[in-house]
């Protein structure tokens, strides 16, 4: 066995070269053994997400503009009450076929058109999981302070080009090594971290919110502040807070000097959990209702943790890590030493399980469709970790200005993705999928298009980038006209509404097989046509009963497509 062999991952023997690139076992559908996450764990999944140092923050750059504590707060509820509808759109795929992203986006961009996809996604992945163990070695500081105050007396023998500290570095370190054997559980059971993480997270939090009044006397002065802002400018301030929890836009430490942009909503890899629904309604609700109630109840203990650390101390400290820090000057006692270790190993385990979550699972699943043969979801999860030690995260995080233009146009890509991928699944196929046919590049097939890329979807795509590149030379600091500024603040929507309409115009002018946009919804898959079933069935199971891929090597379904009903 040669040493390309020995590389490879497991496989289902006699497959061909061109099925090797579009399938292996954690790109096939999931098998029914596999689809463990209930409501309760997607609930929990959300509840341990909302519990970060980006959400605690999240406030400060709104009351920054001007926006008073409860102005603030209404475009927390509102972003992220806009936001849970489209996460729920874009996980339905998921949930109903039990595929993954990368899969998904075959259905939109084509059998190789959507690799353009999943490489962004892969990548900014990659980035942000060393950005993301970054804060969280800022956590492990505080918490190995508390522990042992010499920490903060270790001598830097780095150089000064390193960017670091010897101390600093040794922190990012033991969380970076901390992380990787989560990487290891596969999706399916990683979902026990959530409900550790929803249960510990949310107690350290609620401990801090109270010490934090009791040590002022009081919730502070933020909350007695008005606006400062109003008429037409109070409008604007309240747009660009309202997309940036769209986008989740928070000061990620005290080392940025601006807001940075971390595009959670289709980077935050839905359809790859809700593959592992047990049924499409437990991917539903669930993020319905505990996105914005969540995040909403988050960003209101940052407002009052912040507003009183500003009476005990002269100034609004939002960062949870620095707050915590300053707990530690000035010799403090034994119980604060205490309740400054039990918070911050609880923001240790909240910044492990974001970036398990957020990261190592989404470039996982991109970079196994990019190389089936070589990798599966265990790999690239800890191809991520490597490349976000490589990449020296904290260099990036020093450089804001240049790191905050560069994800901001990456949210503008995002979004214009976003549009065709559900205008495709909403719209113009309206839930009818052709399971066998993501697997094979026959030309019969319905996603093959020209050459296995879709032109529609691309020149719909590159539409929704176009009306925000304007904008986006002005937010980079060139004189740009307000309309285009404002077009650019408001990226999401129109990013996603301009690829939406490009996408649904060419597809009526140049129909694509299977397309079904003036019939009803229904959910099924017709990958044997032979077979049609009774329109009131809500899903053509992927899987065989026992859990084996029903994809044989040919890429076809075995015998008759199964129909089974499933709770919508």
Known sequence: MGLLQKLEVPRPPGLTYKQLFLSNDDLAPVPPDKRQWRGINFIAFWIADSFNVNTWMIVSSMVQLGLSWWQAWICVWLGYGFAAPFICMNARPGAVFHVTFPVVARTSFGLYGSLWCTFNRGVMACIWYGVQASIGGDCMKVMLRAIWPSVNDIPNDLPESSGTTTRDFMCFFLFWLISLPAIWFPIHKIRHLFTLKSIVAPIA?????????????????????????????????????????ISNMATLSSRCDLPIHSLRLFDRNAPDFASRARTPSAALWPQFWAVPIGFSLVSFIGIIVSSSSETIYGEAIWSPIDLLNRFLDDSPSNATRFGVWFIAASFIIAQLGTNISANSISAGCDLTSLFPRFINIRRGGYIAAAVGLIILPWNLLKSSNQFTSYLS???????????????????????????????????????????????????????????????FAGATGRKVPLAATRIY?????????????????????????GSSIREKLWEVDLSDDSNHASKDVVLADAANDDGTSSLLSDGKKRGNTSVIVEEA
Request: with cysteine; charged share 10%; aromatic share 18%.
């Open 205 to 245: 939090g609620i401990t801090f919110f109270i010490w934090c009044i009791v040590k002022a006397r009081g919730v502070g002065p933020i909350i007695s502040r008005p606006s400062t802002v109003h008429g037409s400018e109070l409008g604007w301030d309240m747009v660009v807070s309202l997309m940036s929890c």
């Open 409 to 471: 146009a990456y949210s503008v890509f995002l979004s214009s993705i976003a549009g065709v991928m559900i205008t495709e699944y909403y719209v113009i196929r309206r839930g009818r999928y052709r399971v066998a046919d993501l697997y094979h590049s026959e030309k019969s097939g319905w996603y093959y298009y020209t050459y296995g890329i879709n032109f529609r979807a691309y020149a719909a795509y590159i539409s929704g980038i176009l009306i925000n590149v304007v904008g």
């Open 489 to 513: 603040q408001m990226s999401f929507f129109t990013g996603f509404g301009v690829s939406a309409l490009i996408y649904i115009l060419l597809n009526v002018l140049f129909p694509v097989p």
